[in-house]
């Protein structure tokens, strides 16, 4: 399987061309990746927590599907772990609807009879981006006081596998 590609490259938050209609002419994109993330919300969310714990951005960004996949997975082992599955109710709040594409082009030996260069250079559909602009929540957890600390270090363990600065606040 071929590797993805380093994240430099759609970082930068742009204007998207991404619209998908049910109707074939109205469509920009013609097919959608899957998204990545599994779940967007766990834990118990009818029980009464005491704190709540938010991750909030400072930058504005594009974040990867497998990016926010990675925090939560990191998060949720953490809390399971030390809080079970009913002690804490845990939400993504990001969803990733930009469809990332490349043009790939060819290089090499032969590589001027296959290549289109950039005459047709929409590009093909790769993956998935969460657009985010600063200031914006992008988890949220919540929990009981006896498990204020840990809630803490599940969300700076998360928050280090996002590509952008990020801050905690705690309520």
Do not use: W
Not at 39 to 62: A, C
Not at 88 to 114: F, K
Not at 118 to 123: E, L, S, T, V
Not at 125 to 152: F, N, S, Y
């Amino acid at each position: 399987m071929a590797r993805i590609r380093k994240f430099t490259a759609y970082r930068k938050l742009e204007r998207p061309y991404t619209r998908f209609s049910k109707y074939r002419k109205l469509s920009y994109v013609r097919s959608r990746p899957v998204c990545k993330v599994v779940r967007f919300t766990m834990g118990d969310e009818n029980q009464k927590y005491d704190h709540t714990i938010h991750l909030v951005t400072k930058d504005s960004v594009q974040v990867r599907d497998n990016a926010i996949e990675a925090a939560r997975k990191t998060m949720n082992h953490l809390l399971e772990k030390t809080c079970g599955k009913q002690g804490y109710s845990l939400q993504i709040r990001m969803y990733p609807h930009h469809v990332l594409r490349e043009n790939p082009l060819a290089s090499g030996a032969g590589a001027d009879r296959m290549s289109t260069g950039m005459a047709h250079n929409f590009g093909k559909p790769i993956g998935r981006a969460a657009q985010v602009k600063d200031g914006k929540i992008l988890i949220t957890l919540r929990i009981m006081k006896a498990h204020i600390e840990t809630g803490k270090r599940a969300v700076k363990r998360a928050s280090y596998k996002l590509p952008c600065r990020t801050s905690i606040v705690v309520m």
